[in-house]
């Protein structure tokens, strides 16, 4: 049967992903379960399901930042060593203690009132707001213990613990305002928002103990090839039994982790064997009828020829496929689809059909689901790095290891990724410039789809728009690798 090369047909990513955004946001708008409560410390990589506006303030009330004395400021502003000023200590507040109600500015004798104060505490309190605040902390460095006979005119039965300042206390010094960190009703985290470890300081700091978060993206998984078998079921057994070498699943665990990795609830629904349409056929109709998952993918058997049968299967179940075929390398073969469940009231599904070669499985992953949830869940897509790339030898060398790597580079229309019409995706590594001024990218050495090794020293994912020519020195957009990035690459 002859088939139309998928090059002549296929549809430009920028395109395909528009389409990508288009039914996420229809989907999103879909969503019968809109939201589920978490304990706090479970919340983080959850995505926030509505605003989360703080429902106290904090500090609560006015704290101390220090140790030291709590005094009125205005009353040290002509303190000097040649004119100290004297406070006697009324008591002493610790942190956690209720606070007293603050005495008259001065004693009887005249001699000015201060407490000792720890950090955390609160200052005291005023019978009436016409009262003077005690509105400062002085560090208890600065500050000198004395003694009843150096205060003058100082009354022993008023208190005999004094201390001297010589130098004038600013406004509100080592004083914490009550909300001046956070405000009651401050909005700390937004609808769509990622929450993350940090944020739960914050959160905690109010009181917030449960968080509203969105449900977790339901991802149902097929690895589909006789070929395949999965390292922890029967793939040395199999091996053994028939004599026939067979290869290790290496899709499924990679897309249950990622997906995982990326906030989703993934489900691998087990390996299709052989390449029957009716298997996959069957699987599907089954998992249709229940209403467990929100996006189901396949990984092989979505080329156009012979051995692609997933588009025809999707097709005779009433399946709209939005896209088959994408201007993008690796990852040409993706196949992007929705389907009508069966379930009660459980609408529409989508279906990714990606590649079985797990580089280009990966890379369709990054560039296609990861966006998808993202825009479902209303957050924030991933920004692009942009980088320096920095080519180590030329294509050809690095197809060829046992040529000379020091050898001059030269300029490349497409550097081994396809015709610029193409966009084209290459693992790398993106690490400081010698001088560390700028971020430099290099792309690993075996780009073949099917490669695995490469992703263990890989670090991010360089997007090479259609177009673009690839040359030394060229500025190139990346995005990581996973959702668990090496901060040390931004």
């Known amino acids: 049967m002859h088939t139309t090369p998928l090059t002549t047909m296929a ?39 509505k605003d989360i506006l703080s429902p106290d303030s904090t500090p609560p009330f006015d704290t101390a930042a220090a140790d030291g004395f709590a005094i009125v400021s205005s009353a040290t502003i002509n303190a000097s060593p040649t004119n100290p000023i004297y406070f006697r200590v009324a008591g002493t507040i610790m942190a956690g203690d209720e606070p007293p109600l603050m005495p008259p500015c001065r004693g009887p004798d005249g001699v000015l009132h201060c407490y000792e104060i720890m950090v955390g505490a609160r200052f005291p309190d005023t019978a009436t707001e016409h009262l003077i605040h005690m509105d400062a902390c002085v ?84 690895s589909t090839g006789r070929e395949i078998v999965r390292s922890d079921v029967d793939g040395p057994t199999a091996t053994k039994r028939t004599g026939t070498r067979y290869t ?73 496929v939005h896209f088959h075929g994408v201007a993008m390398r690796p990852g040409a073969t993706a196949m992007f689809a929705s ?68 050898a001059p580079v030269e300029a490349s229309m497409g550097n081994d990724c396809g015709p610029l019409c193409m966009d084209c995706f290459r693992h790398g590594r993106v690490t400081a410039s010698e001088d560390g001024r700028r971020k430099v990218v290099r792309m690993t050495k075996d780009q073949g789809p099917g490669k695995m090794y490469p992703f263990i020293d890989a670090n991010c994912w360089i997007h090479l728009p259609h177009g673009q020519e690839i040359v030394q020195g060229a500025m190139v957009p990346c995005l990581s690798l996973s959702a668990c990035r090496d901060e040390k690459w931004q």
């Open 11 to 49: 549809m430009q990513y920028q395109a395909a992903l528009q389409l990508v955004q288009k039914t996420a946001n229809d989907m999103s708008r879909r969503r019968t379960r809109t939201e589920e409560l978490v304990p706090l410390e479970d919340s983080v990589g959850r995505t926030a399901a």
């Open 339 to 406: 389907l009508e469940s069966t379930a009660p009231n459980n609408g529409l599904v989508s279906f990714f059909g990606l590649p079985g070669d797990p580089c280009a499985m990966a890379a369709c992953f990054r560039f296609l689901i990861v966006p998808y949830l993202q825009f479902v869940r209303g957050e924030k897509v991933d920004e692009l790095l942009m980088t320096t790339l920095q080519l180590r030898c030329s294509t050809r060398q690095e197809s060829e290891p046992n040529m000379d790597a020091g």
């Open 139 to 222: 560090w208890a460095t600065d500050v000198r213990e004395v003694s009843l006979s150096e205060v003058p005119k100082a009354d022993p039965q008023l208190g005999n613990r004094f201390i001297k300042l010589s130098k004038p206390v600013t406004y509100n010094a080592n004083r914490r305002r009550a909300g001046e960190d956070i405000g009651k009703g401050d909005r700390l985290i937004r609808a769509g928002m990622k929450i993350r470890s940090s944020h739960v300081l914050p959160l905690a700091s109010v009181g917030i103990r449960e968080v509203a978060v969105q449900p977790r993206i339901r991802v149902g998984v097929w």
């Open 248 to 320: 290790y699943d290496a899709d499924g665990p990679y897309l249950m982790a990622a997906l995982k990795e990326y906030g989703a609830e993934p489900h691998f629904l087990g390996l299709l064997p052989g390449d029957d349409p009716a298997v996959l056929e069957k699987a599907l109709r089954e998992t249709m009828a229940m209403d467990k998952f929100d996006v189901l993918v396949t990984t092989g058997a979505a080329t156009p020829g012979r051995s692609g049968f997933v588009r025809s299967v999707v097709e005779k179940l009433g399946g709209q």
